[in-house]
């Protein structure tokens, strides 16, 4: 199209508008995951004073941005996931701004970076809304504080409060959390660029960019002090520095090795991993072409906004209002010349597409060799999974930068720019679109969990252990998980101490939870809460969706199938004493936090009939499975759930519903022969002997050929 149709003011909504179509449409079946529980529950319940206290030993500056986001936005799932789409927006809005100044009438290419840097595919964890909502905010502040310097810069009548700006939202970012301090090393090189456009002498230029950065390296060199000196390293060591001391020759190379590893996986592969991602998981028909229609929906709108958006100066910029202080003229009134060797920071007021591709590569590179140095300064491994990409959202910057740079030189046609950016947004996209997926499986993951819990588990008595290997769905740990587990069960506190505390046996066993043996004490530190328990007042469960969660008992689940080693090694542990039978305070407040309780389905009549089991209500067992029963089939060998309805009809006089469901319990699964032969035994000896009695014993010694016999009278 020979005229543009989109004018650089609509940038903002087009990111808007992307972040939406990648981010927004999972939202209202989203929930709180990993930190977020932990966040959430410890301002609700105890308020700011701990939220102060959890960050004072590593980041105290980042409690103030939780104490006001908390306050703002408060405990609603629904609106943590609003605030998280809508700072990773505005963190790409301060991107385009800043470089929209960098580089004035260069809106498309502005837009182009923050495109890519708003879809970036490398950093996963989007949903995990509160815990990197704040990040999005520093982030943000980072770039507006660059844009702030060389509006400062330009404009000598504003030069203090747009300097102010900038020392204040650098500082913020910086004392928060050092994420993008790698990020803050590339201010002179901003600044240098920017100068070079007016100020044609190179060692003029040097010395006008040093004189103008003193107050920016005074911020810095207090942060460095503060932070190396006053506060040092309370959580990361700096591994570097030690190994560089006892091996330099060996620590350098590899140093170099992981810088060039690292950017090549933030930029190169990051961006080849949205084509693998489409081969992860088997899709139906329906999936396939959503996959596929995410993908062309989003490439063609990209590129056409791309093809039609209006590169102009800022009004600031125009050709009636001033000339730069070189003498050089603005875009308006200068003719283009084509690229000569040495122009890539050519000090001119209009750059050529190349010139600024080149640029905008040469800024991308610095960008990411340096903004991952307090990530390789303490160790920290730089990868793109979960949970270790939260450090690649220091490269988002370079990358996307990198890659609009490279697409400027090597490319001549808009078009076919336009149309290399679409494919990439819209492969982003599609990725995004399928995590959302995973974390909506993961929130319907831990709503079941944490019902069927309920369920089973109407109270518990406080410092309970809840002992398991792990849990099935996305994002599970028992750290985070702790947090509703208290939220639910708690009610009241004793400060510091948490009431509950769930363990992941494989992760632990030999750390916290120093053996399975009772008796021994446990103790859980979770800055600034910390649980004291004993191995004697644990509850051993165990949880594989779709089946129902089975709360386990010595003497009852020991032959149970499938159950993992570490399962049956703990479950000697397992004291049902800690189970209160009757409580209402869970139930109310899990719906709080999860909702209203869906429809009575297989696995609530399982978990209150295996209650009733624990206390020997055998009437309510038959009235429970008689309704069970005529609920569809489960989609899953449900049989290893018989043994509670199994038990209660045999001790209620029902003989035959129970010799028929142990028969369907052993032709669908034989491998529960022995869970079945130990139920049996149970029965054997509690249910009140009689001659139906003897005939059913009689039944099942042929059925199930246990071992030891059944007795029969």
Same mark, same amino acid.
């Given at each position: 199209m020979k005229k543009s149709i989109f004018r650089?003011?609509?940038?903002?909504?087009?990111?808007?508008?992307?972040c939406i179509a990648a981010f927004g449409l999972a939202i209202p079946w989203l929930g709180f995951y990993q930190d977020d529980w932990i966040v959430i529950w410890l301002s609700r319940t105890f308020g700011p004073r701990v939220l102060i206290e959890s960050f004072a030993h590593e980041r105290p500056f980042y409690a103030a941005i939780y104490l006001l986001t908390t306050t703002l936005v408060g405990? +609603?799932?629904? $609106?943590?996931?609003?605030?998280?789409?809508?700072? #990773?927006?505005?963190? =790409?809005?301060? *991107?385009?701004?800043? %470089?929209?100044?960098?580089?004035?009438?260069?809106?498309?290419?502005?837009?182009?970076?923050?495109?890519?840097?708003?879809?970036?595919?490398?950093?996963?964890?989007?949903?995990?809304?509160?815990?990197?909502?704040?990040?999005?905010?520093?982030?943000?502040?980072?770039?507006? +504080?660059?844009? $702030?310097?060389?509006?400062?810069?330009?404009?000598? #009548?504003?030069?203090? =409060?747009?300097? *102010?700006?900038?020392? %204040?939202?650098?500082?913020?970012?910086?004392?928060?959390?050092?994420?993008f301090f790698g990020v803050e090393i590339l201010r002179p090189l901003v600044l240098w660029v920017s100068l070079r456009r007016?100020?044609?002498?190179?060692?003029?230029?040097?010395?006008?960019?040093?004189?103008l950065l003193l107050p920016y390296l005074g911020v810095v060199l207090l942060f460095l002090g503060w932070r190396l000196l006053i506060f040092k390293f309370p959580t990361y060591e700096p591994k570097l520095l030690t190994n560089i001391l006892e091996h330099p020759y060996m620590t350098m190379l590899e140093l170099v090795q992981?810088?060039?590893?690292?950017?090549?996986?933030?930029?190169?592969?990051?961006?080849t991993s949205t084509l693998n991602f489409t081969h992860r998981i088997q899709y139906n028909l329906g999936s396939w072409l959503f996959l596929w229609g995410s993908v062309a929906v989003s490439a063609l709108a990209a590129w056409y906004y791309l093809v039609n958006l209006e590169n102009s100066l800022p009004q600031a910029e125009t050709a009636s209002q001033a000339r730069s202080d070189s003498g050089f003229v603005i875009a308006s009134e200068a003719k283009q010349s084509p690229l000569a060797p040495g122009d890539c920071f050519s000090p001119r007021s209009d750059i050529s597409d190349e010139v600024l591709g080149l640029q905008a590569t040469l800024l991308g590179l610095a960008s990411l060799l340096l903004a991952g140095w307090p990530y390789w300064f303490t160790g920290l491994q730089v990868e793109a999974e979960i949970s270790n990409d939260r450090f690649t959202m220091a490269f988002m910057f370079g990358a996307s930068l990198l890659i609009m740079g490279l697409l400027e030189t090597l490319l001549k046609n808009k078009n076919q720019r336009a149309a290399i950016v679409g494919?990439?947004?819209?492969?982003?996209?599609?990725m995004h679109l399928q995590l959302a997926g995973t974390f909506r499986q993961a929130n319907e993951g831990q709503a079941n969990f944490f019902r069927q819990l309920v369920w089973r588990v109407p109270g518990l008595r406080t410092d309970t252990l809840l002992l398991t290997d792990t849990?099935?769905?996305?994002?599970?740990?028992?750290?985070?998980?702790?947090?509703?587990?208290?939220?639910?069960?708690?009610?009241?506190?004793?400060?510091?101490?948490?009431?509950?505390?769930?363990?992941?046996?494989?992760?632990?066993?030999?750390?916290?939870?120093?053996?399975?043996?009772?008796?021994?004490?446990?103790?859980?530190?979770?800055?600034?809460?910390?649980?004291?328990?004993s191995t004697s007042q644990a509850v051993v469960f165990y949880h594989e969706p779709p089946a129902c969660l089975q709360i386990l008992q010595p003497g009852v689940h020991d032959q149970l199938p499938r159950l993992p080693g570490e399962v049956l090694s703990a479950l000697e542990l397992s004291n049902l004493d800690q189970i209160q039978t009757t409580a209402s305070g869970p139930s109310r407040?899990?719906?709080?936090?999860?909702?209203?309780?869906?429809?009575?389905?297989?696995?609530?009549?399982f978990e209150k009939a295996d209650l009733a089991r624990q206390v020997g209500d055998w009437a309510k067992i038959v009235k429970l499975g008689d309704q069970a029963f005529k609920l569809p089939r489960p989609d899953y060998k449900y049989e290893i759930e018989f043994i509670p309805y199994i038990e209660g009809y045999a001790n209620g006089g029902q003989w035959d519903k129970a010799i028929n469901l142990t028969r369907r319990a052993l032709n669908s699964l034989p491998t529960m022969r022995p869970a079945l032969c130990q139920t049996w035994q149970r029965i054997s000896i509690y249910a009140a002997p009689n001659s139906e009695r003897q005939a059913a014993m009689q039944r099942m010694n042929q059925n199930l050929d246990c071992a030891p016999r059944l007795p029969e009278d």
């Open positions: 650089p003011r609509t940038v903002p909504l087009a990111l808007l508008i992307l405990d +609603s799932a629904l $609106a943590w996931q609003i605030f998280g789409l809508l700072t #990773r927006w505005l963190s =790409a809005v301060s *991107v385009w701004w800043f %470089l929209s100044v960098l580089w004035p009438g260069k809106t498309r290419q502005a837009a182009t970076a923050a495109l890519l840097f708003v879809i970036y595919p490398s950093f996963k964890q989007q949903f995990v809304s509160v815990a990197f909502s704040q990040n999005f905010l520093l982030m943000a502040a980072q770039f507006f +504080s660059f844009g $702030a310097m060389l509006m400062a810069q330009r404009s000598p #009548r504003r030069s203090l =409060a747009w300097t *102010v700006l900038a020392l %204040l939202s650098g500082a913020f970012s910086m004392f928060s959390a050092e994420y007016t100020t044609p002498d190179l060692r003029t230029s040097l010395k006008r960019t040093a004189w992981t810088i060039i590893q690292d950017a090549l996986d933030v930029t190169l592969f990051t961006w494919i990439l947004v819209g492969l982003a996209v599609s849990l099935r769905f996305p994002y599970a740990g028992s750290n985070s998980l702790a947090a509703p587990l208290n939220w639910i069960y708690a009610s009241d506190y004793n400060f510091p101490q948490m009431a509950y505390q769930l363990i992941f046996i494989p992760e632990e066993l030999g750390k916290d939870l120093p053996a399975l043996e009772p008796g021994l004490p446990v103790r859980h530190d979770q800055v600034p809460l910390r649980f004291t328990g407040r899990l719906e709080e936090i999860f909702g209203p309780q869906p429809a009575q389905d297989w696995c609530y009549f």
